[in-house]
């Protein structure tokens, strides 16, 4: 009989002892008794002793063999997750499981079946040569053994095609539990340009963990250099992890990349699947079968045991960032894994989030930069902003504005209003007394959608048919203030009446296929006029767009978040590069109050460099990241005065331990109260990680000794959001 310590999904900073009387390693997911019910846990520590009493200690009901052990690397990245964001060890390793491995059952195990030529076929000559599809697939498999899915991506009737060979006795199916494919082919599509070159050799060249920065700009062709990178890495047969920030964007470069690598195990990995297929592809990268692996934030947790290449696209995007539950950034935890993997990470973006590109500039990564568009014809747009107090406004879209989309559409280009807010208005407003449409149970206001006739709050959900007349007074007319997509929308439509307008929020691509739809739409020039929120910025290539407008930029100006301007700029700078792609010159319209505002005059310079030496001059006075490294401890309850209590009492005891730590006063949350909760905050800050973590190290059992059960609280370190 030995001990065995596991890993629960309970919020306590321990593990738990069990015994057992069959062999177990580390890394094995168990079922135990823990309270009145049954659980699942992962084993972290086998012992041969325990400090609990043998009376009370429980033996493990079951061990589960359905999948190989987690193994020791991704441990240790579970491991410095609990330890680097303080959050419980059972719920850090939970978490970084496939949901599907979280039940307290073992889970079938499908192998997927690959096909094959039967032996002693006659010549293929046999086959009707109308069957051009049989044919294909037939010249296929005779390269070598193929999935379904592999065949698949030759034409859409290759299923029923493989089907008839199957019947007709050419192809047979067999079972094979782990089946690398040993062909790689490469479609080259390019030359690099030199810039592209010394980028792809940089890497290559390198050896052991090295950290790289590519910083290029929109249309300098970094994914690109990815597919050379990636190129390299599956002629040594190694696994790359490709990180993205968007569930959106899997689709379109899972197609990309597959038309690059057609012969190669690509899988996706994101939380629009569903449980089963998330862990089907999980697998297949735990048994090495898988060579790329595509996923969003969670799947830097793949096991991966070839693992020889990271790359994080768009390395800037906030949605790296969990902002539930374990808090990590998938970045920072990438770059962990590549240390500790001894394998290089390639962060990639436009915009560098300004802690990378400070460490690149002061040699912690290695700076490689792509300074010109890819293609020759391709130019970068250019940027011009209309001060909204000095023109004739409709509507709050400028008359240039307008005068530009009317001309873009008598060219048949496509033009673009960017507006980073959805709905028809942000506020119902009454005149007559002041009513404004605040949530009953948020800090924030009602937002107005006109189609659905109600008024949302988008921070808590609850919804309102729209009043007739005011709440307040009963007065007739309510206005809306400001405007949402919904609004420009249909501004647009009674201003172009036989444009086709399209638009693109989470309110009009919520139905899963919408969004693909719409993007073929796009792509298929059936859209004159697109209007959008930050979901058209990200990596989107629209040949024929030409003319982007930004309405109402100004409020990230002058807003209390310091990274406000700084996540505009990206946003800014990611939508303009939307334009002018292909041949045709792009323009960029900014409608804004503050048009001599620095952030404006260096987007109109394309000019990232010159805003992030500004900025981190700015930043570095300030003494805020990347100069200072943050935590914030955040509280929220019903009661009031608990909340202030609670957070008071951590301040008090932060204080006493005089760590060399600065301890902010204890604020209310940007939104103060959500669904009837208030919500409340404290800052620390620290001049290096090292201090940050010792004195956290120190406070935790604080904490814990305070915690109070009708709170609930959280520690978010490196935070992002105030
Ligand atoms: P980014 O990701 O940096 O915005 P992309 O990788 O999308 O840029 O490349 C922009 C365009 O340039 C794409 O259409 C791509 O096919 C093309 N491209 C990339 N590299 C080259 C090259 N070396 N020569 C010619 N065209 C290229
Ligand atoms: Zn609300
Ligand atoms: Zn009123």
């Not at 609990?52 to 589960?64: A, E, F, N």
Request: hydrophobic share 40%; aromatic share 8%.
């Amino acid at each position: 009989m030995s001990i065995v310590r596991v890993a629960l999904d309970i919020p306590l900073h321990t593990l738990f002892d069990y015994t057992v009387d069959e062999p177990v390693v580390v890394g094995q997911r168990v079922i135990v008794p823990f309270r009145h019910r049954s659980m699942v846990g992962l084993v972290i520590e086998c012992e041969d002793t325990t400090s609990v009493s043998l009376t009370r200690i429980k033996p493990v009901s079951r061990v589960l063999h359905d999948i190989a052990p987690i193994s020791d690397s991704l441990l240790k990245i579970m491991k410095f997750c609990s330890d680097y964001y303080h959050y419980p060890i059972g719920q850090s390793v939970m978490s970084a499981l496939p949901a599907s491995l979280r039940g307290d059952k073992p889970i079938p195990i499908k192998s997927v079946p690959n096909y094959r030529l039967r032996a002693d076929i006659p010549s293929f000559e046999t086959v009707s040569s109308r069957k051009v599809v049989a044919r294909r697939l037939l010249e296929k498999l005779a390269l070598h053994s193929c999935t379904r899915d592999q065949l698949n991506r030759l034409s859409t009737s290759a299923s029923a095609q493989l089907n008839w060979l199957i019947k007709e006795g050419w192809v047979e199916e067999f079972d094979s539990p782990v089946q690398r494919q040993s062909i790689h082919t490469f479609s080259c599509a390019h030359k690099l340009t030199g810039e592209q070159k010394l980028a792809v050799d940089g890497v290559t060249k390198s050896s052991g963990f090295h950290c790289f920065l590519l910083h290029g700009i929109t249309g300098s062709g970094k994914t690109e250099v990815y597919v050379h990178l990636m190129d390299e890495v599956l002629h040594r047969g190694g696994q790359i992890l490709l990180l993205v920030p968007e569930i959106n964007l899997t689709p379109q470069l899972e197609g990309y990349f597959l038309s690059r690598f057609p012969d190669t195990a690509l899988v996706s990995l994101h939380s629009g699947m569903s449980d089963n297929a998330r862990f089907q592809n999980w697998q297949r990268a735990q048994t090495g079968v898988a060579q790329i692996i595509l996923g969003t934030r969670s799947s830097v947790f793949t096991e991966l045991p070839q693992l020889a290449l990271i790359i994080v696209d768009e390395e800037h995007d906030s949605s790296f960032k969990q902002q539930d539950g374990l808090r990590y950034s998938a970045r920072d935890v990438a770059i962990f894994r590549a240390n500790g993997a001894g394998i290089p990470i390639v962060l990639g973006s436009a915009t560098p989030s300004f802690e990378s590109y400070h460490n690149a500039k002061t040699g912690r990564y290695s700076l490689l930069t792509l300074t010109g568009r890819a293609q020759i014809e391709a130019r970068l747009p250019e940027i011009k902003c209309i001060q909204i107090k000095q023109t004739v406004m409709h509507e709050g879209i400028s008359v240039v504005l307008l005068h530009d989309i009317e001309r873009c559409l008598a060219r048949g280009e496509q033009s673009l209003l960017f507006i980073n807010r959805r709905g028809y208005a942000p506020v119902m407003m009454c005149r007559e007394c002041g009513w404004l449409s605040d949530c009953k149970h948020c800090a924030g206001k009602m937002v107005l959608h006109l189609k659905e006739k109600r008024l949302r709050c988008h921070h808590c959900g609850y919804q309102l048919r729209m009043p007739t007349v005011c709440p307040g007074c009963a007065h007739p007319e309510l206005h809306p203030v400001g405007s949402g997509t919904q609004r420009v929308e249909s501004i647009l439509q009674s201003r172009f009446p036989d444009a086709r307008i399209l638009r693109v929020d989470r309110d009009s691509t919520r139905n899963k296929r919408a969004w693909q739809k719409m993007r073929d739409q796009i792509h298929a020039n059936e859209v004159d006029i697109l209007v959008g929120t930050q979901m058209l910025a990200k990596g989107h290539d629209f040949p024929a767009l030409t003319l982007v407008g930004v309405l109402d930029p100004d409020g990230a100006l002058y807003s209390g978040d310091f990274r406000a301007a700084e996540k505009l700029f990206a946003q800014l700078m990611q939508v303009a590069g939307r334009a002018g792609r292909s041949d045709k010159p792009g323009t960029v319209l900014i409608q804004t109050e503050f048009p001599d505002h620095p952030l404006f005059r260096f987007l109109q310079n394309h000019d990232f460099d010159g805003w992030a030496a500004l900025q981190l001059a700015e930043r570095r006075m300030a003494g805020f990241p990347p100069f200072a490294f943050q935590v914030i401890l955040r509280a929220e309850g019903m009661s009031e005065s608990e909340v202030y209590a609670y957070l008071n009492q951590a301040r008090q005891a932060a204080c006493e331990l005089k760590y060399p730590v600065d301890i902010l006063g204890v604020v209310p949350a940007t939104l103060a109260r959500r669904a009837n909760h208030i919500r409340a905050q404290l800052l620390i800050q620290a001049d290096t990680r090292r201090d940050l973590q010792q004195f956290l190290h120190a406070w935790q059992p604080h904490l814990d000794s305070i915690a109070m059960q009708k709170l609930r609280c959280s520690l978010d370190i490196d935070p992002l959001e105030f």
